[in-house]
Structure formats: structure tokens, C-alpha cells
């Protein structure tokens, strides 16, 4: 079984700047066990798989694989997969929006005329609301940090279950080396302000995952979409703000967020790196 295959960087308009994503196309005929195999060879923090839809309404279906399971949401997946579904191609019914069908139903996708870049709209929390006192006391001991660091905190799980925690400068953050066996399945994500002047974003933000031994995720959609859902509702961050994430890993994300009345929309680049043909 052949398939087209494309590998691209996503949250990036240079390559190799932001977060890698593996697609496989017209994958119908593959197994769930293929698809886990395959995403666990390409060993990316997600590998995707196009298939065709299931539900009326969608233009395409992808299913998201990390190494060790399938999520049914993320979001340099989705945004990384429709720039690949376009590029080879796909016709969506309407010319300035997708509808992409995953894990958690239909998500919108909309393409931005004058800068190219995909944006998604931020799927509705699973979980919402203040984050418990232990939880609280396991985020301190993982990332190795006192409880007056934490400014605020709060529940911004979409599907991957991401707990967050603001600190109060992006020097903190980017000092942060977490201890991830201490986070025992939390998936947690850390954001603070960017205040200098001349600054290329307003925030700053770190994602580490603790599946298997523990990563950081360089760019991470799910998490920012999850984020802005909180800040903004919450008046912490303006109704448009660019987020920058990766730096701690020498890349040079950019997230741009949006909220559009009762819409936040999450988006930025992507660029092809690899197409060819992958064998199963």
C-alpha cells in the first residue's frame, strides 16, 4: 500500500523553525494498528492520517497520533494537515473556511487571504474552572519552583488534558528545566508576559508532556487555543495577541490568536518540508 506523504513545520514561515508533523494521505485502508506503528516510527510529537469523511458537513477526517496513542484533538496537527490537504489538492466546498472532522466532532478552519496562514477555532473545553490544591502543589514540585511563582493558574483542557499556570516573566519561564517524572500525567502548559520593548510577541509559553520519559512540545496549537480561552475570557491577555513558544528549543514559533465575537480562532504558518511516498 503506497500512500502520498508530506512532512511540514507548522507555526513557522521558515523551516525547521517550528513544530514538525507528519501526514499521511488517503490513509481509508490502514489500520489502527498501522497508523500507531507508524506514528510511533516517525517518533514526532504527532503524525496524522487523511481519510475521507464520515460526517456530511466535513471537508476532510484526520485522526492524530502521538508516538503512544491516539488525541482527538491538536492543533498544529490540524493546522499542519489542511495545509497539506490543500496542497495536494483538496477542494473545499467554501473558499475561505474548512470544516475538519477529528476526535472531538468538526472544528472550523479559516485561511487568512493576505497571510496565507490557517487558523482554527478554538474547540470548546472539556474542563474549565480552578485548578485543586494538590494539583496546584504536584505543577510547584514539577517545575521546580516556589508557590509564589505562580500568578495565576487554571484548568484549559480541549482533549489533551492540559492544566496552565501563568508566572510572572518570561525569564522565569525560559529558566524552567521541570522535573517530569514529578508531573505523573499532567499535561502542563506555562505562559508569562513578554514586556520588552520591541518585543516580537505579548506572551511567552512552554508545553511539557509527560508521556514516557517526559518532552517539550515546541509549539503546541491544543495548549495556546486552550490558553486564550482562559486569558481572554478572563481579561488577562487583549482579544488579539501572538504568542510565542519554543525558544528554550531554538525554535521560533509564533501562534496568532483572535477572538471574533464569541470565537477565538488560533492560528499561524506552515511550510512543506518533505513530500514523497511512504510503503505499508
Known amino acids: 500500500m503506497i500512500h502520498p506523504y508530506t512532512q511540514l513545520d507548522v507555526f513557522t514561515e521558515v523551516a525547521l523553525r517550528g513544530?514538525?508533523?507528519?501526514?499521511?494521505h488517503e490513509a481509508d485502508d490502514l489500520s489502527d494498528a498501522q497508523m500507531q506503528a507508524f506514528a510511533r516510527w516517525t517518533n514526532l510529537s504527532e503524525t496524522t492520517f487523511l481519510l475521507r469523511p464520515t460526517d456530511l458537513a466535513a471537508d476532510y477526517h484526520v485522526r492524530i497520533f502521538t508516538p503512544a496513542r491516539e488525541l482527538p484533538f491538536a492543533g498544529h496537527p490540524t493546522l499542519g494537515s489542511c495545509h497539506a490537504w490543500l496542497e495536494r489538492g483538496g477542494a473545499p466546498r467554501h473558499a475561505d473556511?474548512?470544516?475538519?472532522q477529528c476526535g472531538v466532532g468538526l472544528v472550523r478552519i479559516r485561511r487568512d487571504t493576505p497571510s496565507a496562514r490557517l487558523a482554527f477555532a478554538a474547540p470548546a473545553?472539556?474542563?474549565?474552572?480552578a485548578v485543586e490544591p494538590a494539583v496546584?502543589?504536584?505543577?510547584?514540585?514539577?517545575?521546580r519552583i516556589e508557590a509564589s511563582a505562580v500568578k495565576a493558574s487554571q484548568w484549559v483542557d480541549n482533549g489533551p488534558g492540559w492544566v496552565a499556570v501563568m508566572l510572572g516573566s518570561r525569564d522565569e519561564l525560559l529558566a524552567l528545566k521541570p522535573d517530569f517524572a514529578a508531573m505523573r500525567g499532567l499535561a502542563l502548559g506555562v505562559i508569562a508576559p513578554w514586556v520588552a520593548p520591541g518585543a516580537q510577541a505579548q506572551f511567552e509559553v512552554r508545553a511539557f508532556i509527560p508521556d514516557a520519559s517526559?518532552?517539550?512540545d515546541p509549539v503546541t496549537g491544543s495548549l495556546n487555543a486552550g490558553l486564550a480561552q482562559w486569558l481572554i475570557g478572563a481579561g488577562l491577555a487583549p482579544s488579539r495577541y501572538v504568542a510565542s513558544q519554543g525558544t528554550a528549543l531554538?525554535?521560533?514559533g509564533r501562534v496568532h490568536v483572535q477572538r471574533?465575537?464569541?470565537t477565538i480562532w488560533v492560528g499561524?504558518?506552515?511550510?512543506?518540508?518533505v513530500k514523497g511516498q511512504v510503503e505499508f
Do not use: F, K, M, W
Not at 513544530?19 to 499521511?24: H, I, R, T
Open 19 to 24: 513544530n514538525p508533523l507528519a501526514v499521511v
Open 97 to 100: 473556511e474548512l470544516v475538519q
Open 125 to 129: 473545553l472539556r474542563r474549565s474552572g
Open 136 to 143: 496546584i502543589e504536584q505543577i510547584v514540585r514539577s517545575l
Open 214 to 216: 517526559g518532552y517539550e
Open 250 to 252: 531554538g525554535r521560533a
Open 260 to 262: 471574533d465575537g464569541e
Open 268 to 273: 499561524g504558518a506552515s511550510v512543506s518540508c
